[in-house]
């Protein structure tokens, strides 16, 4: 997450609208509207209008070199988004230009957004399908829609997204995001397959897939759309998030900027950059992948208090011997949280856990070993998400047991909100010595950012929280802060948890 004030820079490779709606226009208005510095190298002066496409007018090569040879070592780029290509001398020289930037530039990200046809109808560009292919092993993520992903593949309109976008990804690029838009469907709905994109320390297998789907908005205030789709991610990858999250937000964004001139279909208008999504309204619901069973909802943590959903200090701990020193301070929840102990071993201290925790009458969650904690009747199991496909979430919920899940950034967030659990916890909001959480540090901002997503399901703030630094997240509003080290290696752990509650009453 961003930490200077220095904005990410992104260069977008286009040609120019002179209607406004499209290409380089789109591109600076989203950049300007999501706080990322646009420099702009000019592929193409088209003639256009809301109508059709009148002209192209490519741009020499030798311009867009000299514009290179400017701005890299001014501001170079975090993300390069490229659009029209006009012609194969642009595509040659943007293909060895790739290459340098990609040997001169740290963690550069490539986005194509392979325009051929215009909306309005008319080609822009005289590549042909090879030389377009020709792109994709230096690109990072391709975000074609439908049509555009059929053209590239040659596959059929049977063909799914996720046969499309696996075919795309064998011709060369890291992640493809499929578009949904001009689908026939009533939905919207978009496919993201990340083939080794990102380095995420959970994910388990090589290729990871997300789909996103959302309502359809009917405007024709839509011209630009799709450029504003692959700049918006751009400016949310530069700035550190990771694609699952960025796509997530690029969806809120288009959706946003489509809601602004809803029924109105008489014009065919630009799309509105709005800024920051924030609303839930714009957010996408996760589609579920198949080995994700939804359940009905699961118990709630019923505090009997008036505020039910502040559940207040969440200490994590890894022994007997914590539970038996900090349950007698009156907590009001308290999480078990054992790493590589034998079976036998951990099935007994699971039972002495369960019955202290009642005599407390403190809510002990168990940690990933759900099925101990349903045989020996725990107050509920904590889970991660790559824990989600593997539980059986229906066998938890029908045992009465609650039910917590790790979250870290929107998507996550989204997904496992779809779940109802009786709490859902955000995280790392700090780095933290307790867990590599490397690419998933949240911070404040992103913390309120979600909060303003959560519906009535209690909310837990995890990583990196002391004492210095939990007034702050506190004053998000989350209903918990959980907590591992600042107690566990407090010179006085019992004088750092009244002081976490007092501030938490505070
Ligand atoms: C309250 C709370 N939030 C998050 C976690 C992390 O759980 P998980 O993702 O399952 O990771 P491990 O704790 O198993 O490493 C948690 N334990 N508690
Ligand atoms: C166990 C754990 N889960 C996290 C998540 O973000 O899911 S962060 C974390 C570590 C919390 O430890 P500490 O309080 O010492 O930073
Ligand atoms: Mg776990």
């Given at each position: 997450m961003p930490t200077s004030k220095k904005k990410p820079v992104l260069w977008t490779i286009s040609g120019s609208d002179c209607s406004g709606g499209a290409g380089i226009a789109a591109d600076i208005k989203t950049g300007f509207s999501l706080a990322v510095e646009v420099c702009t190298l000019i592929t193409?002066?088209?003639?256009?209008?809301?109508?059709?496409?009148?002209?192209?007018?490519?741009?020499?090569?030798?311009?867009?070199?000299?514009?290179?040879?400017?701005?890299?070592?001014?501001?170079?780029?975090?993300?390069?988004?490229?659009?029209?290509?006009?012609?194969?001398?642009?595509?040659?020289?943007?293909?060895?230009?790739?290459?340098?930037?990609?040997?001169?530039?740290?963690?550069?990200?490539v986005i194509y957004d392979p325009v051929g046809q215009a909306s309005v109808g008319g080609y822009l560009s005289s590549l042909?399908?090879?030389?377009?292919?020709?792109?994709?092993?230096?690109?990072?993520?391709?975000?074609?829609?439908?049509?555009?992903?059929?053209?590239?593949?040659?596959?059929?309109?049977?063909?799914?997204?996720?046969?499309?976008?696996?075919?795309?990804?064998?011709l060369g690029a890291k992640a493809c995001i499929i578009k949904g838009g001009h689908s026939q469907k009533h939905t919207c709905d978009d496919y993201c397959l990340d083939t080794g994109f990102h380095y995420i320390p959970q994910a388990t297998e090589h290729s990871i897939s997300y789909r996103l789907s959302s309502h359809r908005y009917h405007t024709s205030h839509s011209h630009g759309g799709g450029c504003s789709f692959a700049s918006a991610l751009g400016a949310f990858i530069s700035q550190g998030y990771l694609l699952r999250d960025a796509f997530t937000l690029t969806k809120a964004f288009i959706n946003q900027g489509l809601s602004v001139y809803q029924g109105e279909e008489s014009y065919y208008g630009a799309f509105e950059q709005q800024g920051w999504p924030r609303e839930a309204e714009y957010f996408p619901k996760v589609i579920p992948d198949a080995e994700t069973k939804l359940t009905a909802p699961f118990a709630s943590l019923g505090t009997g208090r008036q505020d039910d959903k502040k559940l207040g200090l969440y200490p994590v701990i890894d022994s007997l011997a914590w539970l038996e020193r900090l349950l007698p301070l009156g907590l009001e929840i308290i999480q078990l949280r054992i790493k590589n102990t034998d079976p036998a071993t951990l099935e007994q201290i699971i039972i002495d856990a369960v019955k202290l925790a009642r005599s407390y009458n403190t809510r002990l969650f168990i940690n990933d070993h759900w099925q101990l904690a349903i045989k020996h009747g725990a107050y509920g199991v904590h889970l991660g998400q790559e824990d989600l496909h593997s539980a059986n979430l229906a066998q938890i919920q029908e045992s009465g047991l609650r039910l917590g899940i790790s979250t870290h950034g929107c998507y996550e967030f989204l997904r496992a909100q779809q779940l109802k659990p009786s709490y859902l916890a955000i995280?790392?909001?700090?780095?933290?010595?307790?867990?590599?959480?490397?690419?998933?540090?949240?911070?404040?901002?992103?913390?309120?950012?979600?909060?303003?997503?959560?519906?009535?399901?209690?909310?837990?703030?995890?990583?990196?929280?002391?004492?210095?630094?939990?007034?702050?997240?506190?004053?998000?509003?989350?209903?918990?802060?959980?907590?591992?080290?600042?107690?566990?290696?407090?010179?006085?752990?019992?004088?750092?948890?009244?002081?976490?509650?007092?501030?938490?009453?505070?």
């Open positions: 193409a002066n088209t003639v256009q209008n809301s109508q059709q496409v009148l002209s192209i007018n490519p741009v020499n090569i030798d311009v867009l070199q000299q514009q290179v040879d400017a701005l890299l070592p001014d501001k170079p780029p975090n993300v390069i988004k490229i659009g029209q290509v006009a012609n194969s001398y642009q595509l040659n020289w943007l293909s060895l230009t790739l290459i340098k930037l990609k040997q001169q530039v740290a963690d550069l990200t042909t399908r090879a030389e377009l292919l020709s792109l994709l092993t230096l690109v990072d993520i391709i975000t074609p829609n439908l049509q555009e992903a059929r053209t590239l593949t040659g596959l059929s309109s049977q063909a799914s997204e996720q046969a499309l976008a696996t075919a795309i990804c064998q995280g790392a909001i700090f780095a933290t010595q307790t867990k590599d959480m490397t690419g998933q540090i949240q911070g404040l901002d992103n913390l309120s950012r979600l909060l303003a997503l959560a519906t009535d399901i209690p909310v837990v703030a995890i990583g990196g929280i002391n004492l210095e630094r939990a007034a702050k997240v506190w004053q998000t509003g989350v209903d918990s802060m959980a907590v591992v080290t600042a107690i566990t290696l407090a010179a006085e752990p019992e004088q750092a948890v009244n002081r976490f509650r007092q501030l938490m009453a505070g």
